[in-house]
């Protein structure tokens, strides 16, 4: 397969000053079909996966309840009795917050389907409101605390994003006996080959990470201070790994084989396929998120098309006409990094920037060029 049409496309948003450095890669089930990196960004070049790494990590927790360590529907208070001290935040009365007991005790299965009442501090007014007022950590701050805000809602009631894949990966870490980064190592990096990965990149890979840019009102690209904890506290299974695309791109080969790489199998067959089915169990997806920190998030409106989420990752219900097949997983990362698996088609991608806000303007009609393009691509060389 060709792909000039990426070449080009990655080229032309980073000449015309659009994006400062992106890089993609275009993965099929026997190799990669094509990688390639414009402006800043180089063909190694390290990024900060940051919401990436919630589908690693729910891979490892994955694995736990494969080999009977971990039961999907158990109440994470029966592993962590520290989160069934959480409570849920009602409100506020006279600027003092009103919480109580949630109506019931959120699952591991929650956790990994964002509906455990968890959330984020720059995507839900209520917890924003708390983390402020009250001084409360969040998890940017690199602080463990950060993840005890909480809940905003009951569990099962709504999707809502959150702190739950930060919970899981504790749960990985109390069940393994290990830190979540030597855990993924030995039973996810390791084995597919993930050289990169890490939670903890050396001086080496730091100099190979491309720096954060933000957009500036104007739509010029500025340089900012915002960037991930250099020294967190713990493996932040929600956002806090690093890597490259092709590292990826190797996971994501993974999942479209059915839990195995070259060889290495990771999950059983039966396992992706039941991660890769709808879980909300009619809990509601929002048709739009509404951001509280501008500087972090842009609004993000979801397509109005069947949509859900499995155990780590969002799904795409139907087939989306000359892009990806009903079925499909994907998310994406904080500094407008993105992936997708298309296990009916046998493809998968991963693109990347390393840009503040999330969801920009420019970034996603970049990514919807690219993945047109993908399909393309792909139609020419099947038919």
């Known amino acids: 397969m060709g792909f000039e049409r990426i070449d080009d496309l990655l080229n032309g948003v980073t000449t015309d000053g659009s994006l400062h450095g992106i890089a993609a890669t275009v993965v099929g089930r026997d190799g990669v079909l094509y990688q390639g990196a414009a402006g800043d960004a180089k063909s190694d070049s390290m990024f900060r996966n940051a919401s990436m790494t919630k589908a690693v990590a729910t891979t490892a927790a994955l694995q736990l309840v494969e080999q009977g360590r971990v039961e999907l529907d158990a109440p994470v208070a029966s592993i962590l ?86 919970w899981l990966g504790v749960v990985v870490e109390t069940v393994s006996g290990q830190t979540l980064a030597e855990y993924l190592a030995e039973h996810v990096y390791g084995p597919l080959g993930m050289t990169d990965s890490t939670f903890a990149p050396t001086e080496e890979q730091r100099a190979r990470l ?68 709808d879980h909300l169990d009619g809990a509601p997806l929002p048709k739009k998120m509404e951001p509280t920190v501008p500087e972090l998030a842009n609004p993000v409106e979801l397509l109005d098309v069947p949509q859900g989420w499995g155990l780590g990752f969002h799904l795409y219900l139907t087939d989306l006409p000359g892009m990806r097949s009903a079925g499909s997983a994907d998310w994406s990362g904080l500094f407008n990094s993105f992936f997708w698996i298309d296990r009916k088609a046998g493809i998968g991608a991963v693109i990347a920037t390393q840009l503040l806000p999330f969801f920009d303007a420019k970034m996603v009609e970049t990514i919807l060029g690219f993945e047109a393009a993908v399909y393309a691509e792909l139609g020419a060389a099947v038919s």
Not at 226 to 232: F, I, R, S
């Open 81 to 166: 009795p520290e989160f069934g001290e959480l409570q849920v935040l009602d409100g506020f009365e006279s600027g003092e917050p009103v919480l109580r007991a949630p109506k019931t005790q959120p699952t591991v299965r929650q956790l990994m389907n964002h509906t455990a009442g968890c959330g984020y501090h720059f995507m839900n007014q209520k917890l924003f409101t708390f983390c402020t007022e009250q001084g409360f950590p969040t998890p940017l701050d690199g602080l463990k605390q950060g993840i005890h805000a909480p809940l905003v809602n009951d569990p099962g009631t709504v999707w809502e994003y959150g702190v739950s894949t930060d």
């Open 210 to 277: 491309l720096p954060i840019r933000f957009r500036a009102p104007d739509g010029s690209l500025v340089p900012t201070d915002l960037d991930l904890p250099p020294n967190p506290e713990w493996d932040a299974a929600g956002h806090g790994s690093y890597g490259t695309i092709a590292d990826y791109g190797r996971f994501v080969r993974a999942w479209l084989n059915g839990g195995e790489l070259d060889g290495t199998r990771i999950l059983k067959e039966e396992t992706v396929e039941l991660a890769l089915r």
